[in-house]
């Protein structure tokens, strides 16, 4: 089967670091440490949706302007309807709402898309992820937490696996190349059982920012994860 990283579906891997597991006080150098990576994540908080809090889009335009890959921003705001669509302004190549938050989520990741961005929903672990079969069509990338959303650092959550293993059965029975991402507790040891149960696509805080060499962090975990997508 070709291999096509366009869609991801047939092999393509992308690891995308979350700077929350970054030193905030050196940015440019940290952003600097991921340019092998494919996308760099981006955690905004509000202290609302979720019970932290980190920045919002002055300092996402900052990453922006000096980061040497493209910006996956993960929104964990209330009001995304409102608050989604001026990150995708300010340049970012994907943009991430939470399901739990979005009063109208089609019409939210339209006009993400009519602005440039990929559009991104994101569940929580206790979220159904049903609800999303119909909407396969109206977003590029699915968003599945391995933990619960607001901080860096906890352990992975394999029972949320069982639910990622049906959203990919159900993506490839529609034919859809919507990716398919895993965020929280991803490591070289569980990046595999994410791997297996069908995400392309594998956020990584601390097992990257708190590696003696990010760059091989970045290498790492993407052959654990290529490994694991055969069968995909
Ligand atoms: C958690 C954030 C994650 C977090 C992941 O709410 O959405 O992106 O930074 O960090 P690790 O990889 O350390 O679990
Ligand atoms: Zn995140």
Redesign the pocket.
């Known amino acids: 089967m070709p291999h096509r990283d366009e869609n991801g579906r047939d092999g393509g891997v992308r690891i995308n670091p979350?700077i929350?597991?970054a030193d905030f006080a050196n940015m440019q150098a940290e952003l600097a440490r991921i340019a092998a990576a494919d996308f760099v994540?981006v955690?905004v908080m509000d202290n609302h949706f979720v019970p932290n809090l980190t920045f919002g889009p002055q300092m996402v335009e900052r990453v922006q302007a000096t980061s040497p890959v493209p910006l996956d921003v993960?929104l964990?705001i209330a009001d995304p309807d409102r608050w989604a669509p001026g990150y995708a302004e300010l340049g970012a190549a994907s943009v991430t709402f939470h399901l739990e938050a979005a009063t109208e989520p089609v019409a939210l990741a339209r006009r993400l898309r009519a602005i440039g961005a990929r559009a991104g929903v994101a569940i929580k672990p206790a979220t159904a992820v049903e609800g999303l079969f119909d909407l396969l069509d109206d977003f590029d990338q699915i968003l599945v937490m391995t933990?619960e959303?607001?901080?860096?650092?906890?352990s992975f959550m394999p029972e949320t696996m069982p639910k990622l293993r049906r959203l990919s059965d159900e993506a490839r029975r529609r034919g859809s190349s919507v990716w398919l991402q895993v965020?929280?507790?991803?490591t070289e040891s569980t990046i595999a059982q994410a791997a297996d149960a069908g995400a392309d696509t594998f956020?990584?805080?601390?097992?990257v920012f708190g590696a003696e060499d990010p760059g091989a962090a970045i290498t790492g975990l993407r052959s654990a994860a290529a490994q694991h997508r055969h069968a995909h």
């Open positions: 979350s929350l597991a994540h955690d993960h964990m933990v959303p607001g901080f860096g650092g906890q965020d929280g507790g991803i956020v990584a805080g601390s097992a």
